[in-house]
């Protein structure tokens, strides 16, 4: 697996100097993968691998693709403006200097997913015509599944960080190119609307639900893992009826295969667990890093530990908010750093690993209740918001339920804040319903020094300031003359 990783990491270095959309041409492996394509369908299990090579990456899923939604939020911040999380959270970027590895990423796994789509109907054909042939082999379902699912949250993904919320011109701005087939180097696509790209990535969450197989599956995107992400896409385009169904069936079919929601008791600490099938806890889909195949100091687990780089820490405005219940359990994932600041410790190693080492959560069953009740909530079924979000209120603290109680939008956005802090997800949840972002200063004298950084950006803000997209990567605007950059950049 560090052989194949190399070859992607120096694909992907070709980026910057290319002079073609060479993010979508990258070749999976010289040595499995001939000018015909894929030739056997083993290949195609080890062309997933080397996609979840790629989502390991600290610039992708590992680090970057999420500290980024929850740094430029107001839950979080960067320790100082030097730190590598201090551009995304001053929003000091520009046309010219703003990262490209979010798009590369992004459309490396993307290209990727679409060597093996464009294979394995053909592969599994030829297996079907053998002697051999097993009828009961679900896994070629499972592998066609995975990597359609896992094309669409990389779409996803770009959407929401390269395109305005959905909701806010009901999908009419541009997002990004909808690249579905194996495109030749001389192709210079061009954007589609977000809506477009909102209807691409619901068709291959949709297709991938249906194929994937719902077993626990370490490191790989499950049925429900999935379906999880596809009620939070709905909602974040307003289909409120499909977001709840297709978080029901999460729920559900996930709580079937043993998964469960870490108990009062397991919070503090179960984020170390080393997930199995007999015990897969409520994680639904993670990054798997080991002291062996690790993301290195650039992965969250170093980024956001006073023992490691200590980049990002919690705003003094998102501990008020927490203190709101003293005896809330989410409180007990805080570090402190002497009087100075407090860190999410939720990226933690499993067994015998250092911080660098922790898996990466990335979808967890609490988002499926949160997203839930999101939905019965805006489909003014309050018995059903109450059902989903009591046992996230009373997991946070026992003693506490929302019983008897009208649920409000506030009131669920609040315990999605305090539920899913560092987990990527404050800056999307903040303005996707047309909401803002507010930047305060809170006195608290257990982390004195945490102060917002100065700097020339706004103290609050919504889906109307330009820079809560980021400007198309300058190595594609000047070789594609089919992009257009985002307004006012
Ligand atoms: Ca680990």
Redesign the pocket.
């Known amino acids: 697996m560090k052989v194949l990783k190399h070859i992607f990491i120096c694909g992907l270095c070709l980026f910057t100097a290319s002079c073609g959309n060479d993010w979508l041409n990258m070749e999976p492996s010289t040595s499995i993968k001939n000018e015909d394509g894929y030739q056997q369908i083993g290949d195609i299990e080890y062309a997933l691998n080397g996609i979840y090579n790629i989502m390991q990456n600290a610039y992708a899923y590992s680090g970057r693709l999420v500290y980024y939604g929850d740094v430029t939020g107001d839950d979080m911040q960067a320790v100082s403006s030097t730190k590598r999380t201090g551009s995304y959270y001053l929003f000091a970027y520009t046309k010219d200097n703003a990262p490209s590895t979010h798009w590369s990423y992004l459309y490396s796994i993307i290209g990727q997913c679409n060597y093996i789509l464009a294979d394995v109907d053909r592969l599994v054909d030829a297996e079907k015509n053998k002697e051999s042939f097993d009828e009961n082999k679900p896994v070629w379902d499972d592998w066609k599944g995975q990597a359609l699912a896992l094309r669409g949250m990389a779409l996803f993904d770009l959407t929401r960080i390269f395109g305005y919320p959905y909701k806010k011109d009901n999908g009419a701005s541009l997002g990004v190119p909808i690249i579905k087939q194996v495109l030749a180097i001389q192709d210079k696509p061009a954007r589609g609307t977000v809506a477009e790209c909102y209807a691409q990535i619901i068709a291959d969450l949709e297709d991938g639900t249906t194929l994937l197989a719902g077993d626990f599956n370490k490191g790989k995107i499950n049925k429900w893992a999935a379906l999880t992400l596809l009620s939070r896409v709905y909602l974040y385009k307003g289909d409120d009826a499909k977001a709840l169904e297709k978080a029901e069936a999460a729920i559900g079919g996930a709580e079937n295969e043993k998964y469960a929601l870490w108990t009062n008791a397991e919070y503090p600490t179960a984020w170390s667990n080393d997930a199995s099938s007999s015990k897969p806890g409520e994680v639904l889909f993670e990054i798997?890093?080991?002291n062996t195949d690790?993301a290195g100091n650039e992965s969250m687990g170093y980024l956001s530990s006073s023992d490691g780089y200590d980049d990002l820490c919690i705003t003094s405005s998102f501990y008020a908010l927490l203190l709101q219940d003293p005896n809330d359990v989410r409180l007990k994932l805080l570090s402190f750093d002497g009087t100075k600041y407090a860190y999410v410790f939720k990226y933690q190693?499993?067994d015998g690993?250092n911080i660098e080492?922790?898996?990466i959560p990335l979808i967890r069953l609490s988002e499926a209740y949160l997203n839930a009740a999101e939905a019965a909530q805006k489909l003014v079924d309050n018995d059903k918001a109450v059902k989903f979000l009591d046992p996230i209120v009373k997991r946070a603290n026992p003693a506490k339920t929302v019983t008897g109680q009208q649920i409000t939008h506030e009131r669920i956005l609040t315990e999605r804040r305090k539920e899913l802090v560092c987990e990527g997800h404050r800056m999307y949840d903040a303005l996707r319903d047309g909401g803002k972002a507010t930047r305060s200063d809170v006195a608290n004298n257990k982390i004195k020094s945490t102060k917002h950084l100065s700097g020339t950006y706004e103290k609050e803000y919504d889906w109307d300031w330009y820079k809560v997209v980021l400007p198309i990567p300058k190595a594609e605007i000047d070789t594609n003359p089919n992009i257009k950059q985002n307004p006012d950049y």
């Open positions: 798997v890093n080991t690790g190693p499993q690993e080492d922790a898996n």
